[in-house]
């Protein structure tokens, strides 16, 4: 089955403590995005790529990183620079052809709680 | 800046009841619509896309219609079922880098 997978589903981590959140697709979309959803709040994008090894910060970046060394993989990284990293984050995917993007699907989400 | 507004915030109703949730966006120059379902913890499901040229789309007993002139959508449940409740997005295709626009959503409880 095609789809979006993100790993794992709860994640903890310790003040000054730097964690990854895995994020994989095999709809052989070409852009990939991360957002953040907060109680109370629409979600909103920390990161974007259309291409392999090519990426781009969206509204709320400061704190996260992300590669994209493999068109199927978007890893997001939130480093402890991050002061209130406690929140449902969640992973797309779109195809991007002739400059328009398309249907975003999404994964199932981690949830990242600080201890 | 293109902003999405969802009201109510939360709506309860009794089973069987047809019911109108709303969402408003700023731009007329919206691209796509979307409507998604969230349950509890768990991720987005789409349940309508409305391309720009479109005036509604139905599944089921779903129906979302898009009035870019007067920037609103509307998202039409027929004979809700407890089934049903769950947390009710609209996002616009409109961010600069192709992301959403999303709304906060309505949280919606069907009663039995």
């Known amino acids: 089955d095609g789809g979006i997978t993100q790993s794992p589903k709860y994640l903890f981590r310790k003040e000054g403590q730097n964690v990854t959140l895995s994020c994989e697709q095999n709809?052989?979309?070409?852009?990939m995005y991360w957002y953040r959803q907060d109680p109370g709040q629409g979600l909103r994008l920390i990161y974007y790529?259309?291409?392999?090894?090519?990426?781009q910060k969206g509204d709320i970046a400061e704190g996260y990183s992300v590669s994209r060394e493999k068109k199927e993989s978007f890893p997001l990284t939130v480093t402890s620079a991050q002061k209130n990293p406690t929140a449902f984050y969640l992973c797309?995917?779109?195809?991007?052809?002739?400059?328009?993007?398309?249907?975003?699907?999404f994964g199932p989400g981690t949830r990242l709680t600080v201890l | 800046k293109q902003e999405v507004t969802q009201i109510p915030a939360a709506l309860s109703v009794p089973e069987g009841e047809n019911l109108v949730l709303n969402c408003s966006f700023t731009?007329?120059?919206?691209?796509?619509l979307q409507w998604f379902r969230q349950d509890p913890g768990k991720g987005l499901t789409s349940l309508l896309l409305?391309?720009?040229?479109?005036r509604e789309q139905t599944s089921g007993r779903l129906n979302a219609s898009l009035d870019k002139s007067s920037g609103r959508s509307t998202l039409y449940i027929a004979a809700s079922q407890p089934g049903d409740s769950a947390t009710y997005l609209c996002?616009?295709?409109?961010?600069?880098?192709?992301?959403?626009?999303f709304g906060k959503g309505t949280k919606l409880s069907v009663k039995p």
């Open positions: 797309a995917s779109s195809s991007y052809y002739l400059r328009s993007y398309n249907e975003q699907f």
């Open positions: 709809l052989n979309h070409d852009a």
């Open positions: 790529s259309q291409i392999v090894n090519d990426f």
């Open positions: 731009d007329s120059a919206i691209y796509n």
């Open positions: 409305i391309q720009s040229s479109q």
């Open positions: 996002a616009d295709y409109g961010g600069s880098q192709g992301n959403l626009i």
